[in-house]
């Protein structure tokens, strides 16, 4: 599986070569401050979780490039039989301004393309307003709010949930 855009980059699925990497933007402070679990994340704990998902059929993990540079990581989640997902992602730290833009649309491009997934939904945490913008860039229409459903060990934050339904993207693009 490639799947190129001109001008986007592409996604592919995550493979052990890219274990490192990733661990290593999953763990960088300023991805990390964003995450439900804030904790570094050791090698082992990081190998079990590839080797767990990387097994599950509904998960999609894959690696967004751009000119065969990797800048980014996603997660689809097929959560129903009705071709729902939930999404994650993060960039890579060093990543030029925009790359974030272009993942989410290489991204929702497979997702309702090549999955021919229904929606796409995704939560953020309600302090993480980069996120919260990105969303609705892309289109993605808020759902509700969560109040106090996250605990980072200190405090409470409230999770904004979205969802993109896949006539949407197509009548955006």
Known sequence: MNTSHPGQ?????????????????????????????QHEITL?????????AAQDNRRHLLIFELE??????????????????????YIAPDAAKGTGRQLGRT???????TL?????????????????RFHHALGFQQEGVLRD???????YHAIVCFG?????WQAKN
Not at 9 to 37: F, I, P, S
């Open 164 to 168: 993109l339904l896949a006539h949407e």
């Open 44 to 52: 082992a704990e990081h190998q079990h979780w590839f080797q767990r």
């Open 107 to 113: 991204t929702l491009d497979y997702a309702f393309g």
């Open 9 to 37: 980059g592409h996604v592919r699925a995550m493979t052990d070569d890219d274990l490192a990497l990733v661990r290593q933007w999953r763990n960088h402070e300023d991805v990390r401050r964003y995450m439900y679990t």
């Open 68 to 89: 065969s540079i990797p800048l980014g990581f996603i997660n689809l989640h097929e959560i129903s039989a009705g071709n729902v997902a939930d999404w994650g992602f």
């Open 149 to 155: 459903q996250h605990f980072d060990g200190n405090n």
């Open 116 to 132: 021919k997934l229904h929606k796409v939904c995704g939560q953020t945490l309600a302090f993480n307003e980069r996120s919260l």
